[in-house]
């Protein structure tokens, strides 16, 4: 995997060790920049980008293993071979304490030099590689602490062993969608894909074509033939996000679906076996739906079969303070930031608030609090500035008395009209700013009664 675009940096007091190295270097297609002292070669360092560093360890004045605890106490990362002609085993085993990643001893072939190189950046490659694994892995981790996330997660373990169907009832922002990953990933059908609908993103007029597919020319702008969200899941798992948003005519045809293992793409004419496991998710009160009559009974029977109640994240203010602490990691691993962490009286504050838009809001927060804080210690000060108004975790208001449904609304409609205001109603800001989807959010609106339009003339 030799890189015409791999830079070298060469560190040796001897001019002659220099030019014959920096020589083959060229040679073999890379490139190299050459210094004749540990002092100097911290300077190019701090100022670019090396590859792969080679440094002898014998110099005047800062030696090669200075060299060596000098770039690991500024955090550098660049793979560094050492080189000497003298060097004892001693030498050789601080030297990999520190972190150098080869020695090697004088006289030095070309053959050996770009076999190490090589060797080095094919390590270099597979650690980002699994950095960039863990961080897309990171993305889809259910992360909990208590006892009632224990018991919650206990029971999912359970029901991924089997093929029964799960619906899992949370608020927006709660981790639906993690709990149905975690599912899959502990169930039989693991290897398999796992493919997701958001049931309330697709317009009604298209959802039968996202789910069953299409063949090509059975509508207009039908160039080809399209396979559908179930298709895809053969052998897997379907997840059908906010399943109660569903339109009714569509309910019918995913029923058919669950009952006879087949389905026929729009505009085919053969049925196609199907098996895929399904998982749905809503926010919404399903029973009551049903009793309603904008969900169907039939299709509620067959999917509510193993119920899992996600419960809101003001319902778990212990676990906040392992939540912010991994969200704070997650974020500064991803933009290669220096680890943050929180005060004793900021988490107090991240406890206190009512997160109306759940997990993923006090993720959006603690991405906020790294972006303004300036030390390692984040500040309380700092969580008030990152947090939406009202803050220090003090209610909107009393929200009112009656049920707990009822105050809860009426909660959660004083918060939106507040982001609403604090936002001009640019509904895209207010989206962001609660951690919900757009489309979510105008609904959200429509349910709590919430005319946008009077609201903008009042304001």
């Known amino acids: 995997m030799t890189s015409p675009k791999a830079h070298l940096l060469l560190i040796d007091d001897d001019p002659n060790t220099l030019a014959s190295l920096s020589r083959a270097f060229r040679l073999a297609g890379y490139e190299a920049t050459v210094c004749d002292s540990a002092v100097r070669a911290l300077e190019l360092i701090r100022a670019g980008r090396f590859d792969v560093i080679f440094s002898d360890v014998m110099m005047p004045g800062k030696d090669g293993i200075s060299l060596l605890e000098d770039l690991k106490a500024a955090g550098v990362t660049t793979p560094v071979v050492m080189i000497s002609g003298q060097a004892s085993v001693e030498t050789a085993v601080r030297a990999t304490r520190l972190g150098a990643v080869d020695f090697l001893e004088k006289p030095l072939s070309t053959e050996k030099l770009v076999v190490t190189i090589e060797n080095v950046l094919r390590l270099r490659h597979l650690e980002n590689e699994n950095r ?136 085919g004419d053969k049925p196609i076996p199907v098996d895929a496991r399904v998982v749905v998710a809503t926010h919404r009160n399903l029973e009551e739906m049903v009793r309603q009559g904008s969900f169907r009974a039939d299709l509620f029977h067959r999917v509510y079969v193993f119920p899992v109640a996600l419960p809101p994240l003001r319902e778990r203010a212990g676990e906040i303070p392992v939540l ?61 500035l990152a947090l939406p108004a009202p803050r220090n975790g003090e209610a909107v208001s009393s929200a009112g008395s009656g049920p707990l449904t009822q105050r809860l609304e009426s909660f959660e409609r004083e918060v939106l009209l507040a982001e609403l205001r604090r936002q001009n109603h640019h509904m895209t800001n207010t989206a962001r700013a609660l951690g919900l989807e757009r489309s979510h959010l105008y609904k959200k609106c429509q349910q709590l009664g919430i005319d946008l339009q009077s609201e903008r003339k009042t304001d």
């Open 132 to 267: 960039d694994l863990r961080s897309r892995l990171g993305k889809h981790e259910m992360i909990w602490s208590g006892p009632d996330m224990e018991r919650l997660m206990a029971q999912v373990e359970r029901v991924a062993a089997s093929e029964s169907r799960v619906a899992i009832q949370g608020e927006t922002g709660t981790g639906k969608e993690l709990i149905a990953r975690t599912i899959h990933q502990k169930s039989a059908r693991h290897a398999g894909p796992f493919v997701t609908l958001n049931c309330a993103a697709v317009p009604a007029e298209l959802i039968e074509s996202e789910l069953f597919g299409h063949e090509k020319g059975s509508f207009t702008g039908a160039a080809n033939r399209h396979i559908g969200k179930i298709e895809q899941a053969v052998g897997g798992t379907l997840f059908l996000d906010e399943i109660g948003d569903m339109p009714l005519a569509m309910q019918s045809k995913l029923l058919r679906v669950l009952e006879e293992g087949e389905i026929e793409r729009v505009g």
């Open 324 to 384: 912010a602490e991994y969200f704070a990691e997650q974020v500064a691993s991803q933009n290669g930031w220096r680890p943050k962490h929180f005060s004793p009286e900021s988490l107090e504050i991240l406890q206190r608030y009512a997160w109306p838009g759940n997990v993923r809001e006090l993720r959006n927060v603690v991405e906020r609090v790294l972006l303004l804080s300036g030390a390692e210690i984040i500040t309380s000060e700092e969580v008030n």
